[in-house]
């Protein structure tokens, strides 16, 4: 559906893109960029803050053991997953809001 509605948006508008910077901003409308943009980075927020409740509620129950007698390991895994995650937010993040800033500075 967000295909049809960026194909829809970009209907009949022959824009070039002066900057070169992104061609969602000039191709489709402010709206579907907007939502284009937020929508990624809120994907990982989304996965980082289930990840962080998985790791919250796996560290309360650290101390049962697992069917073969041993530890369970998966908290460090858990860890290492957070972290990318959040790397991933970061760096997903910045060219959005520069992105959206160049949106609402230009007017497109």
Do not use: E
Request: hydrophobic share 45%; glycine share 6%.
């Amino acid at each position: 559906s967000t295909l049809i509605w960026a194909g829809l948006s970009a209907w009949d508008d022959n824009t070039m893109t002066s900057t070169q910077h992104c061609a969602i901003i000039s191709s489709t409308s402010k709206a579907f960029s907007t939502f284009h943009f937020i929508f990624d980075v809120l994907g990982y927020v989304i996965s980082f803050v289930s990840l962080t409740t998985v790791y919250i509620i796996h560290k309360k129950y650290s101390n049962v053991t697992n069917s073969y007698g041993g530890a369970n390991k998966r908290g460090s895994h858990l860890l290492t997953y957070m972290v990318m995650t959040f790397i991933d937010i970061v760096l997903c993040a910045m060219p959005s809001v520069v992105i959206q800033l160049d949106v609402c500075h230009d007017g497109v």
